[in-house]
């Protein structure tokens, strides 16, 4: 990891504190990071995209009195942030008005996106760099031109920009395996941000390239363990599911997991929480958190003790994949 830094097991997702689908009161916002580092959580990370600027900006105010050395951050690049008169960003998921963000994944947008996320975070490094979103999920049909410019030119740039000591580690930040693949491929990544596809919930979506990542010494950060909130929830199955309401079918299945967690005496939040750190490339997991309550929250499934027949049953279930290692 960056510069001989391990990571924190549980790090600080920062989309939530820049306003992510409601509106954070800058306190509460700051009070949540300050006190996360205050109970260990030492891995932060980010993006220009979350708040169109503003969870960089409050994760740069909140830990600005904290020693730089006793933390990590992680950035992201492939957007450059612009004022726009009017603008809803509501439209994007974040509720911030007159900003947006346009895709730019050229070496100069790179350049400036940098520039501007290290005024915003008060620093003069970041420990990880992620080049955020390339893949077929977002970009559909332009896939294969932007993969090209991000082989050609992005990680390039970025590896440049590592060299210069802005930037500890680079990697790219996703929600998908099949670009993962495609990347590691072609160009040496030393950490990969996967988001959603390495869970409890399911694992067969990113099979390939865990073990790739293991065999090349490829760090990977889990973001997205409850999978957009449906192995979340406290009593049952939640309603989203990767950004979009969850199936009956697939809450369903959800359903099972809850099911025998209850069975086997074990906290389902708990589970989805500890189970991807028990993968070998495994080196965090990146929770989004947007209160001292949830930090707190996260921090006790963190810690609250899941039995090994919890394990068991979920394996014997078939909701937990052979082969796949478990706390």
């Known amino acids: 990891m960056p510069q001989g830094k391990p990571l924190s097991p549980l790090a600080f997702g920062g989309a939530p504190v820049g306003n992510l689908y409601a509106e954070v009161p800058e306190a509460q916002a700051l009070d949540a990071i300050r006190h996360a580092w205050s109970q260990g959580i030492r891995h932060f990370d980010t993006a220009p995209y979350y708040g169109f ?6 994760l740069g105010a909140a830990l600005a009195e904290i020693p730089r050395d006793t933390y990590t951050v992680s950035t992201k690049l492939g957007r450059v942030i612009e004022d726009a008169e009017g603008r809803d960003g509501r439209a994007d998921g974040f509720a911030v008005q007159g900003r947006r963000a346009r895709f730019d994944y050229s070496r100069d947008g790179l350049r400036r996106s940098l520039e501007a996320s290290l005024h915003r975070l008060r620093t003069d490094y970041v420990d990880i760099l992620f080049l955020h979103d390339i893949g077929a999920l977002t970009h559909g049909a332009d896939h294969p031109r932007i993969l090209a410019q991000a082989l050609d030119e992005s990680l390039p740039a970025m590896a440049r920009m590592r060299e210069e000591g802005l930037v500890g580690a680079i990697g790219i930040g996703v929600n998908e395996q099949a670009v993962c693949l495609e990347v590691m491929a072609r160009f040496p990544l030393d950490t990969i941000m996967l988001a959603g596809r390495y869970t409890l919930f399911e694992q067969h979506a990113s099979r390939d390239v865990m073990a790739r990542a293991e065999a090349a010494g490829t760090s990977i950060l889990v973001a997205g363990p409850y999978n957009s909130g449906l192995l979340g929830g406290n009593d049952g199955p939640g309603d989203t599911y990767d950004y979009a309401p969850a199936t009956p079918d697939v809450r369903a299945r959800a359903q099972r997991f809850y099911d025998i967690c209850r069975e086997t005496g074990a906290s389902v939040g708990a589970a989805a ?6 993968h ?8 989004g958190l947007r209160s001292v309550q949830e930090v707190d929250a996260a921090l006790s499934r963190r810690r609250d003790a899941v039995p090994a027949a919890t394990w068991d049953a979920l394996h014997a279930a078939g909701l937990i994949e052979a082969g796949v290692p478990t706390p």
């Open 53 to 58: 600027g503003l969870s960089e900006t409050r």
């Open 273 to 278: 929480l500890q189970f991807p750190l028990a």
């Open 280 to 287: 070998p490339a495994v080196a965090s997991v990146v929770c």
